[in-house]
Each structure stands twice: as structure tokens, then as C-alpha cells.
């Protein structure tokens, strides 16, 4: 079993930034991806940022795409978001996951294949 764990989030003023972290521990290297959802009331789940585990892929959602960057570091066992110029509709629990399931490799942001998830972390923009 894979345990994930993420902190960072806070609320800051749109133009803001924010540094999320998503530690894990467990089997890590038998999953295929780790990615960062988000989630509000009333909308779907959606895929972020991706980061596979073998470090060499990262795939975003055209909506972050230029301000979000997803990292890791090895030696700390954590996988990084580092969100810039933030903006309100960025608002939403923030949510790490890894996925064990090889079609996660062809389609990183399908929640259906990831079957380990943290807590999440929530972040606030205003206006």
C-alpha cells in the first residue's frame, strides 16, 4: 500500500503563490503516476499536474498550464506543486494520488485509475 500525505495549502490574493507538497511512503516505485487533482463544490474531479513515477514525464491541464509546475525530490520522498499567479477559479481541495494501474500511463488524469489518495489540502484565492 502506498500513504500519501499533502500540506501547503493556505489562503493568498490572486497573483499569489502557493507551494504544495504530497509526501509518500509504501511501495511507491509499483505505481505508474502520481498526479494532483483538485476539486470544488459543485464540479467535477480534474486532473492538474502529473508526474510519473519514474520522474522523466509531466503532463498539466491546459488550465494551469504555464503557471503550475509539478517536482520532486527523491531524498525527501515527496513529489511538489508549485502554483504561481494564482487565480480565484484555481480555489479547490487539493488532492494527491497514485496510480498502479499501467492504463494511468496512456491517461494520467482519469480518476478511475488511481487507487491511492490523500486527505487534500485546501487553497483559497481571492480576488
Known amino acids: 500500500q502506498v500513504s500519501l500525505t499533502e500540506l501547503g495549502g493556505g489562503s493568498v490574493r490572486a497573483g499569489g503563490s502557493l507551494r504544495l507538497s504530497c509526501s509518500y511512503s509504501?511501495?511507491?516505485?509499483?505505481?505508474?503516476?502520481i498526479t494532483w487533482f483538485r476539486q470544488s463544490p459543485g464540479k467535477e474531479r480534474e486532473g492538474v499536474a502529473s508526474l510519473s513515477t519514474t520522474g522523466d514525464v509531466a503532463l498539466y491541464a491546459d488550465s494551469v498550464s504555464g503557471r503550475f509546475t509539478v517536482s520532486r525530490d527523491s531524498s525527501k520522498n515527496s513529489i511538489y506543486l508549485q502554483m504561481i499567479d494564482l487565480k480565484p477559479e484555481d480555489s479547490a481541495m487539493y488532492l494527491c494520488a497514485a496510480s498502479d494501474d499501467s492504463r494511468s500511463r496512456r491517461d494520467s488524469f482519469n480518476t478511475f485509475y488511481y487507487d491511492f489518495w490523500g486527505r487534500g489540502t485546501q487553497v483559497t484565492v481571492s480576488s
Open positions: 509504501g511501495d511507491i516505485y509499483s505505481t505508474y503516476y
